[in-house]
Structure formats: structure tokens, C-alpha cells
């Protein structure tokens, strides 16, 4: 674990941070193999703080904090360089007219590639209550800036 450094005198509700990067071809189904040659690695940060690490709970204080991270973790897959709607993609079926990712279908899931007109598409899989808050606030809140 790590400390920020900001005050002389500890206190009881300072941050404490556990950074490590996470294997996770285990967690893909079917998981991948143990040979495998490429990226599938993710940052996790774990957050507590000093009161829940002192004493003799601190370590299993330690425990639910990465266990919470993992929980509230962020799946991404895909990428916005990745044109599912190219000629490239064609398999004797035509262009594709939607593109849906269906192994992103579980909770804080992200999936990403080119759009169909340019841009980037995203999928992303929440529950419909937090689903419903979260297109309330993108509808409201999104700005649109082709300067950039």
C-alpha cells in the first residue's frame, strides 16, 4: 500500500492505495492459455484508508479493499481503430449494418470500434436502473466538439 505524502501528522481518513496489474486470461471464457503472446492485463487500484489498515483487521481491511476494486473494475474491449464495418469484415454476408459485441454483456462493460460513419461506437452493459441514469446523464451532459 501507498500513502500520499500531504500531511506530517496521520490521520485516521487519509488515503491509502494499492496499485498492481491484474492477469486476466484466467477470467476470460474460455480462458485463454497460459502460451498466450499478447495484451490481456488490467490496472486494478484498491482504495482504504489508515483506521481500517491499523491494528490486527488491517489486513483483513487489506483484503476487502481489493475485493471492492475488482468488483467496480471496468471491462474495455475492442478498440476504435477496429473497423467492423469495412469491406475487410465482409463474410460472404454484405457489410455489416450493426455491430453488437456480445461477449461484453456483463456488468461495467465497455466495448469500442470504429463507427459506421466515422467516430467511435460504444456498448456498454449496467443494470437498466443504473443503465437509465447513466443515458440521462450522457443525453444531458454530452458535448460535442469537432475541433478537437
Not at 34 to 46: E, H, K
Not at 65 to 92: L, M
Not at 100 to 127: P, W
Request: aromatic fraction near 8%; include cysteine; hydrophobic fraction near 40%.
Amino acid at each position: 500500500m501507498a500513502r500520499s505524502d500531504a500531511a506530517a501528522e496521520d490521520s485516521n481518513d487519509e488515503p491509502y492505495y494499492l496499485g498492481s496489474p491484474v492477469d486476466c486470461r484466467r477470467r476470460l471464457v474460455p480462458p485463454l492459455p497460459d502460451s498466450y503472446f499478447g495484451n490481456c492485463v488490467m490496472p486494478l487500484i484498491a482504495v482504504s484508508t489508515r483506521e481500517t489498515l491499523r491494528g490486527n483487521g488491517g489486513f483483513a481491511g487489506a483484503v476487502a479493499a481489493v475485493v471492492e476494486a475488482i468488483k467496480k473494475a471496468v471491462w474495455i474491449a475492442g478498440s476504435s481503430r477496429i473497423d467492423h464495418y469495412s469491406a475487410d469484415a465482409d463474410f460472404g454476408l454484405g457489410k455489416a449494418v450493426k455491430y453488437e459485441c456480445i461477449h461484453t454483456d456483463y456488468q461495467g462493460a465497455v466495448h469500442l470500434c470504429k463507427g459506421r460513419q466515422g467516430g467511435v461506437e460504444f456498448g456498454l452493459a449496467m443494470d437498466k436502473g443504473k443503465m437509465g441514469i447513466f443515458a440521462d446523464v450522457f443525453n444531458k451532459n454530452l458535448i460535442l466538439d469537432s475541433n478537437l
